[in-house]
């Protein structure tokens, strides 16, 4: 009962100001629920083509545009867990996530802290006994930010560091081990919406080993997604899934294709509820 109460607290009191917050999941006009979002392997044999459901979910929001609750749908029909619940501050910042199993235990839970400026800082992740700990540390003047990341023991795993651009979006990522070597580094180039057009993958020698560029369309969903791999300083082309796209009314996608190898492998078909 404590749980719900709280819940019903932090989603319906009247916030003075959610401006951290994206509203609906940057989905248009409203939507209270997508009522269904089911998901369909295509398969190919002699007898034509198939569609065979493999998973569904169900995202709910409230009127300020939070998500609450989501819940998910194994092939047969069955829940798969139960209730995912979400948790915001008064600035629209999510500060908890509770994955319940189907008896009423917690499967996970994820605990976030904010600076003033609705940046993550500390982000606590916890399943039974174990426990992980992600601590950001955030420069403004230098538009950079690292991560940690330690387990229950306060042991070390893994450190980020990240480099922004003058609108805070991610252009460079160094993953370092607990040894303070490299294993990996990105780079990330966007067009003038903003959209992710292009990402360089390097290794622990920082030798450049994949490229992936991605198109997108006017609605900035993305179209293509081209892998090359880098093989005697080149690059060659490996392979590319494309997405298209249906839209309803509301400019909101109902009909999200998946193409792989020239053909269509998945689709994934949208049903929203409107506040009216």
Request: with cysteine.
């Amino acid at each position: 009962m404590r749980i719900i109460t709280f819940l019903l607290f932090l989603i319906f009191v009247n916030c003075s100001s959610l401006k951290y917050l994206k509203s609906f999941g940057e989905l248009h006009n409203k939507p209270k629920k997508i009522v269904e979002a089911k998901t369909y392997k295509i398969n190919y044999n002699k007898n034509g083509i198939t569609e065979e459901f493999a998973h569904s979910s169900i995202d709910y929001y409230d009127a300020k545009g939070r998500k609450f609750k989501n819940i998910r749908f194994k092939s047969d029909g069955t829940r798969l867990d139960a209730d995912r619940l979400y948790y915001y501050d008064q600035y629209g910042n999510l500060i908890r996530e509770i994955l319940y199993k189907q008896d009423g235990s917690i499967r996970f839970e994820i605990e976030n802290q904010y600076n003033k400026f609705g940046q993550l800082i500390v982000s606590d992740f916890t399943s039974g006994e174990n426990k992980m700990t992600k601590e950001y540390f955030i420069d403004r003047t230098k538009k950079s930010s690292k991560f940690v990341i330690k387990n229950q023991d306060n042991t070390l795993l893994e450190t980020v560091l990240f480099k922004y651009d003058n609108n805070w979006r991610e252009i460079e990522a160094l993953s370092l081990n607990d040894k303070n070597e490299q294993t990996s580094r990105i780079e990330f180039f966007y067009d003038e919406k903003g959209n992710n057009i292009q990402t360089k993958w390097y290794n622990s020698e920082n030798n450049l080993n994949n490229i992936y560029n991605t198109t997108f369309n006017i609605e900035n969903d993305r179209t293509k997604v081209e892998r090359f791999h880098i093989t005697d300083g080149k690059p060659k082309f490996v392979n590319a899934e494309k997405f298209e796209y249906q839209y309803d009314d509301k400019g909101n996608c109902v009909v999200q294709k998946l193409i792989s190898n020239g053909k269509v492998s998945w689709i994934t078909r949208y049903k929203y509820t409107y506040f009216r």
